[in-house]
C-alpha cells in the first residue's frame, strides 16, 4: 500500500498555523506529516515535530532551498528539530554526513528554483537515483515527478522507482494520480498545498480531505 504525507505546506512553504492543522487532523489515521524548511524557524518547527510524535506520526522535513549554504543551515536544523525523516536537497554527499541516523531522500535528478522544478530526462534521472541510493545513508529519492515539465510523471515514476525508494513529491492534486504512483512502485507521495486548496472530496474539512486521500 502506497503511503500518504501529509504537508503542512502550500506553495512550497511550511503555513504560519501548523501545529494547530496538526492537532485538528491526528485523529485522522495519517502516519506522516511533514513540512519545508522555508516559513516558520526551526524552534517552531520542533514544536511541530514534538506535537506530531505525541500523536504517534514520523516526521519528514523536505529541505526545497535553492543555495548550498541554507540547504546546509537546514539540514543541521533538522537534527535539532527532531525529525524522523528529511527529504529533498541536492547536495547528498554533504547530506550523508550530517543526517547520520536520519532517514534521508534526496532529490532525484536536476532539481532547480522555489517552487521546484524537475529536469533531466527519464533515464538520466533513474541513473541519478541509483547513484544517490548507492550511498550510504540515504534511503530513498525525492521525486518531482508532476513537476517535469516534458517527462511522462508515471513513466518517470515506474523507472525510477524499479532502481530504489521513491517518495514522490509536488503537485499531486488527485485520486487518479495518488492510483497511478502506486501502479508505478512509488512507496510513498505528498500533497500539501492541494488539501488547503481544497480539491479533494470532503473538501473544504483538511480532516475530511486527508480521509479520503487515505481511504483511497
Avoid: N
Wanted: net charge negative.
Amino acid at each position: 500500500m502506497i503511503e500518504f504525507v501529509f504537508m503542512l505546506t502550500r506553495d512550497d512553504v511550511t503555513i504560519g498555523d501548523a501545529a494547530a492543522v496538526l492537532r485538528g487532523v491526528s485523529e485522522t489515521g495519517l502516519r506522516y506529516v511533514g513540512f519545508k524548511d522555508v516559513g516558520p524557524p526551526p524552534a517552531v518547527l520542533r514544536e511541530v515535530a514534538d506535537a506530531a510524535h505525541a500523536a504517534g506520526l514520523e516526521v519528514m522535513l523536505e529541505v526545497v532551498s535553492v543555495s548550498r549554504e541554507e540547504e546546509l543551515r537546514s539540514l543541521r536544523a533538522a537534527r535539532e528539530i527532531g525529525v524522523d525523516w528529511v527529504l529533498g536537497g541536492t547536495h547528498a554527499q554533504a547530506g550523508v554526513e550530517i543526517l547520520d541516523g536520519v532517514r534521508y531522500c534526496p532529490f532525484a535528478g536536476t532539481v532547480e528554483g522555489h517552487p521546484s522544478v524537475l529536469t533531466g530526462s527519464v533515464e538520466e534521472i533513474a541513473a541519478h537515483a541509483a547513484e544517490l541510493t548507492a550511498l550510504p545513508g540515504v534511503h530513498g529519492v525525492d521525486l518531482l515527478a508532476y513537476r517535469h515539465a516534458t517527462e511522462d510523471p508515471i513513466a518517470l515514476t515506474r523507472a525510477v522507482a524499479a532502481e530504489c525508494t521513491v517518495i514522490a513529491a509536488g503537485s499531486v492534486r488527485s485520486l487518479e494520480q495518488i492510483a497511478a504512483l502506486e501502479a508505478a512502485g512509488a512507496w510513498g507521495f505528498t500533497i500539501g498545498s492541494a488539501i488547503f486548496e481544497g480539491v479533494f472530496p470532503g473538501a473544504p474539512s483538511v480532516p475530511a480531505q486527508i480521509e479520503a486521500v487515505l481511504a483511497a
